[in-house]
């Protein structure tokens, strides 16, 4: 299982990581937009893509936009700590969507969450 993680905050993105890697995924970080894109540019061999819905001064939906162009069969999961589209709306804008999650979610939900859709 391959998951991409783009979550502006350091510290949540290594919980999330740790918590998959115990699991046998292997996990990229991205804290950036940018980051992401390049990762997926790098390497689009993503299953999953663990994407903050808010990331500062850029777009989430840019970054699932592209994972959709180049890895058309992953899933992206949004996790959100505001309440944008918490209306489900969300996966009417973004096909790709899966799931949408709290970001305070505890990283044992996440994982499952993240197995379940890896294998779909």
Partial sequence: M?????????????LWRRALERRGAAVRVATTQHEAIDELQRDPAVDVVVLDLVLPG????????YASYRRPDAKVIFVTDTSFFSDGSIFRHIPNACAFMRAETSPEDLVAIVEH???T
């Fill in 2 to 14: 391959q998951v991409l993680i783009v979550q502006p905050k350091a510290a949540l993105a290594d």
């Fill in 117 to 119: 859709f890896s294998s």
């Fill in 58 to 65: 850029e777009s989430a939906f840019a970054v699932a936009d």
